[in-house]
């Protein structure tokens, strides 16, 4: 090997191409492997260069595809116009127009006394002439824009050469009836001129045809100083033209010009007939009312017919117009009711008129199942009923309001004396609505609609449900509504709850629900009346506490009913120690027996569903004893004893074991309040009845889990006494509770060290230091005053010292404290 030859440790970096016969393997020598490193580096510097390129060229081919590249705009090339050509052309033309009408305004408001008759004539008319003329020519040379523009020039001075006509040869004739005169005859002119065939390309004509159509008729009305009756026909009538100009003619803009009218005029022509209707003196003047509004709902159901059977033969657009006739055909079922029920009002009291219009309503019903309709208009007939009805039902709500919420009123006023029959008892602080005699006939009709009319499986059941609502309410406010017996008016309250009840028990699920509401809002209403009388009271809550016991049999209504009973027994109790004259402290042990029966019943129940609401009526029942109770603490004391009994025995099943912790309270807060009666101020007296069954509670715990922790355990037993009495020991001047705490203290730190407990061992150290430091806190004052001013100081800088000499010492006494005190439990 040459001496020029570079050692590779391990390979050479490049391949070199051997220059010796195969099979020899020395490298060449130095200045042919120089040659050879610089020609493979010329190859490598290329093959980057050709990289490089490649990429470039693939960053600006990506960027063309993700973003359109810019293009730059060279001087010479113009900006995009702010405004497209038509458009600047079309507002040129407008405002050409404009200014021609206000000059040919002011001609001939102005200047037309400088000229004679016949220049007036010729001028006009020559100008009129040449402005209808000249839009054939241009329509011809394809400048509609501009034929559109001059025809609507011409349009506006055919109305000033009307006006003129009237200033110069007519002013005699009556404003008004000359207006209605000259619309009707511009109709008739721009209608035909519309039509020509030279000028049919037009669009303005026809429309202004059919605006300027819009007043002879009401013109001609008020000209001739007809009655509002009149009036209101010529808007009907009007619109009714509109309609059928709608509905015939295809032009669009014509179209559009006529729904306009139509909605417009008829709008306010069915807004006058109502009123009209409304304010109707008598049946002629009704009757006429009520032919106008006829009138308009035939108008109404003609659209309709038109628009749904237009719809059903076109196949575009179709959902538009079934919805627009599905609209008109509800509105000329609401218009035909108001119109007959305007003309039955007029003849019957004021109670029976929204009786009448129900009655139209519901004959609705019978029109779509009498008649082949379309299906819009049934429909839309379908809907204007309910629309009836359901105003019928708003209606009659403030008589149901009453008849519900007005015994309330008797919350206030118990045992005050018996009303005089069920009315006075459903109104003790509220009126009597007026003219509510009807309202049964009218939830009895809209029942019998829901029970008979409602067909489809759909809606069957919810409508029946219903009608069964409906007709509860009519029997609810039918004692009132009638005036009957006080008494009476009770049973009839009775027996519907009685008959609720009962089909809770024997109906499908979803009337189970209705009726069990009906039974609960049927109950209270009888309970809140019978608070009027002693008697009454008793019995009615004897009687529910019966019913609803007796339907809580059944298991389905159960959940409800049971707890129901309990509440009206809680409520009979409290009644009856009010009635023998007991002081509420004292009826507090009457309610007890209402939780007593909970306990009792929720433990033969087992898991049913209503052993839970039966639960929670009676804890419920046990807060109402302890309310009553509270203003007699010894009674009170009593109270919570015996409800401490009770959840005691619930506490028993072992399903219920944690109400034991609520009896351990009760039990506490019951020897609390005897305590307090007695006057006792010790604390030990309050804490001790708490602190020995916090300290059972803990051992039994230990005994089944011996993992859980002491402070779980005894901490809150232990610091429910010791914290106490240690804060009045250090307010006590005397030495017998901090003698008898710290023994307490000392033996409880015994028994945490002897079973390695660390609760009682760090809390009854700490009591028993915090004792004895305030047991020796005099003398070391008295030392300390004896001491001079530079003891302390000295004392203390001592005491640093020993801790700085033994300061690892001390730390390792300190883990071994915190280790021990770590492995007790």
Known sequence: ????????????????????????????????????????????????????????????????????????????????????????????????????????????????????????????????????????????????????????????????????????????????????????????????????????????????????????????????????????????????????????????????????????????????????????????????????????????????WQGSGAASGSGSGSGSAQKQAFGLAIASGLLAVGALGGVVRSVLPDMWTVPAHLVCGIALLAAVRAGRLPDAIRRGFTWASGVVQALALLWTLPVVTVVLLGPAGWVGRVWSGAPSDARAAVTVEVPWPPDSAATPVALVAVAAVLALAVRTERWRARARLGALGLLWATALMLPAVLGIPYVA??????????????????????????????????????????????????????????????????????????????????????????????????????????????????????????????????????????????????????????CGVIAAGTALRPDRRPVGYAATALFVLAAWVRLAAWDVGTPEAYTLPATVPALLVGALRRRRDPQASSWTAYGPGLAATLLPSLAAAWADPHWTRPLLLGTAALLVTLLGARHHLQAPLVLGGSVLALVTLHELAPYVVQVTGALPRWAPPALAGVLLLALGATYEQRIRDVRRVRAVLGRMN
């Open 1 to 304: 090997m040459s001496e020029y030859a570079p050692e590779y440790p391990h390979s050479c970096p490049y391949e070199v191409t051997p220059t010796t016969l195969p099979g020899m393997t020395h490298l060449p020598p130095p200045a042919e492997e120089l040659r050879l490193l610089d020609a493979e580096l010329r190859q490598l510097d290329a093959r980057r260069a050709q990289l490089l390129t490649r990429r470039a060229w693939l960053v600006f081919a990506l960027q063309r595809t993700q973003q359109p590249p810019p293009v730059a705009l060279s001087p010479a090339t113009p900006p995009d116009p702010e405004t497209a050509a038509p458009s600047v052309q079309n507002v040129l033309l407008v405002l050409g127009g404009v200014l021609l009408t206000l000059a040919a305004a002011v001609f001939t408001l102005v200047s037309w006394g400088h000229m004679g008759i016949t220049g007036r004539a010729l001028v006009l008319g020559a100008v009129t002439l040449a402005a209808l003329a000249g839009p054939a020519p241009l329509l011809k040379r394809g400048l509609r824009s501009t034929a559109e523009s001059v025809a609507g020039l011409g349009l506006a001075l055919t109305v000033l050469d009307a006006y003129a006509l009237h200033e110069a040869a007519l002013t005699g004739t009556d404003g008004t009836g000359y207006a209605a005169a000259a619309s009707a005859v511009l109709a008739v002119i721009w209608s035909a001129y519309g039509l020509l065939p030279a000028t049919t390309a037009l669009r303005l004509p026809l429309p202004s045809a059919l605006a300027a159509a819009q007043f002879p008729l009401l013109l001609w009305a008020l000209a001739a100083d007809a009655g509002p009756y009149v009036i209101t026909t010529a808007l009907l009538v009007t619109a009714g033209l509109d309609v059928v100009a709608a509905l015939r003619v295809t032009a669009g803009s014509v179209r559009i010009a006529a729904v306009v009218g139509a909605y417009a005029l008829g709008g306010w022509g069915v807004l006058a007939a109502g009123w009209l209707s409304l304010t109707a003196d008598g049946p002629g003047a009704a009757a006429r009312a009520g032919g106008i509004l006829l009138l308009a709902a035939t108008i109404a159901l003609g659209a309709a």
């Open 489 to 642: 008016g009770m049973l009839v309250l009775g027996v519907m709850t009685a008959a609720a009840l009962y089909a809770c028990t024997v109906t499908v699920p979803a009337a189970r629900l209705t009726a069990l509401v009906l039974a609960l809002v049927s109950s209270v209403s009888l309970g809140l009346t019978a608070l009027a009388s002693q008697t009454a009271t008793l019995v009615v809550l004897s009687v529910l506490v019966a019913l609803f016991a007796a339907a809580s049999w059944h298991a389905s209504p159960a959940p409800v009913t049971a707890p129901a009973a309990l509440g009206y027994a809680a409520a009979l109790a409290s009644a009856t120690g009010a009635a023998m004259d007991w002081p509420p402290a004292r009826t507090a042990l009457l309610v007890l027996a209402v939780p007593v029966a909970a306990a009792v019943l929720a433990t033969r129940l087992g898991a049913s569903r209503a052993t839970v609401p039966v639960e929670v009526a009676g804890a419920a029942a046990g807060l109402l004893a302890v309310g009553l109770a509270v203003t007699d603490p010894p009674m009170l004391a009593l109270v919570l004893a015996l």
